[in-house]
């Protein structure tokens, strides 16, 4: 396979929030060529139980690996940060999100691309636009336009 450009969002919400974070950019470094990584934001939660707020940031790699060994390899760096699936939407130590793989529009059981609730989420675009202002989520539209939209819906 080519070279893809992934965008992937990082998320903490428990213990050191931003350690963690540090700590899964250096694992997604072990299998792709992360190019650029944004800012750290504090957010909110969105949606489930009552819980601290995140620190959230984006980051833009590049492999030949298939979207679904690249979702494997996040899934297991957020294993490896003590990530338990318990409640939906619930506190984490460490959330990984798959949002785009180049141009790639797919939707299995397994994974769904683009992320199907990424242009919702400003915790997402913000970060995302900071590194990558000419960004677009395939079938959604550009990410500036995206955000825009959810600033003045707020």
Avoid: C
């Avoid at 396979?1 to 350690?19: A, C, F, P």
């Avoid at 298939?66 to 294993?79: A, D």
């Amino acid at each position: 396979m080519k070279q893809v450009k992934y965008v992937i969002s990082l998320g903490s919400n428990l213990g050191d929030r931003l350690e963690i974070l540090k700590a899964a950019i250096e694992s997604i470094r072990l299998f792709a060529h992360v190019e650029a990584v944004s800012s750290f934001y504090e957010t909110d939660p969105v949606g489930g139980p009552e819980q601290p707020d995140y620190l959230n940031a984006v980051l833009l790699a590049t492999t030949d690996l298939l979207p679904e060994l690249v979702l494997t390899e996040l899934q297991k760096i957020e294993s490896a940060a003590g990530r338990v699936r318990e409640v939906r939407w619930g506190a984490r130590t460490l959330d990984l999100d798959l949002i785009t793989a180049g141009d790639i529009e797919q939707e299995s059981d397994f994974l769904t691309l683009p992320h199907p609730r990424a242009h919702e989420r400003a915790f997402v675009l913000q970060p995302w636009l900071e590194i990558e202002p000419d960004g677009q989520i395939p079938g959604k539209g550009w990410i500036k336009a995206l955000l825009s939209a959810l600033e003045s819906q707020e």
